[in-house]
């Protein structure tokens, strides 16, 4: 019901634009989030954005490089990547949920994932 894509190989400094785009059901009233994780890692936080769009979240690694954003019309949400680093290398999974604000970096809060698309960065 969520499908990723946008993943690919990009060298250090580059930029990616991932989508997910919803299916089957919409998440407009949804909280939306993407999630990463590195192999022999846990799956770790990276952005998440309100229902509405007025509020965005992101994790400390990637503040100011990387931009989430949502389409309700188009049931898609999308992660604007600059400035990629060799240590953004990762799969990248979108999830949608009703997550309240203090839970919303935390995984097991959001009921729906997409397959996760991967993204490397050489360096």
């Known amino acids: 019901q969520l499908q990723a894509s946008g993943g690919g190989l990009v060298q250090a400094g580059g930029s990616l634009r991932l989508s997910c785009a919803a299916s089957?059901?919409?998440?407009?009233?949804?909280?939306m989030g993407w999630f990463r994780q590195a192999p022999g890692k846990e799956r770790e936080f990276v952005a998440a954005i309100h229902w509405t769009g007025a509020s965005t979240y992101y994790a400390d690694s990637v503040k100011g490089r990387f931009t989430i954003s949502r389409d309700n019309a188009k049931n898609t949400v999308y992660l604007q990547m600059n400035s990629l680093k060799p240590e953004d290398t990762a799969v990248y999974f979108c999830?949608?949920?009703?997550?309240?604000?203090?839970?919303?970096?935390?995984?097991?809060?959001?009921?729906?994932w997409g397959q996760g698309t991967l993204v490397t960065v050489s360096s």
């Open positions: 089957g059901r919409t998440f407009s009233r949804s909280t």
């Open positions: 999830a949608a949920g009703q997550v309240i604000t203090s839970s919303i970096r935390i995984t097991n809060n959001y009921n729906y």
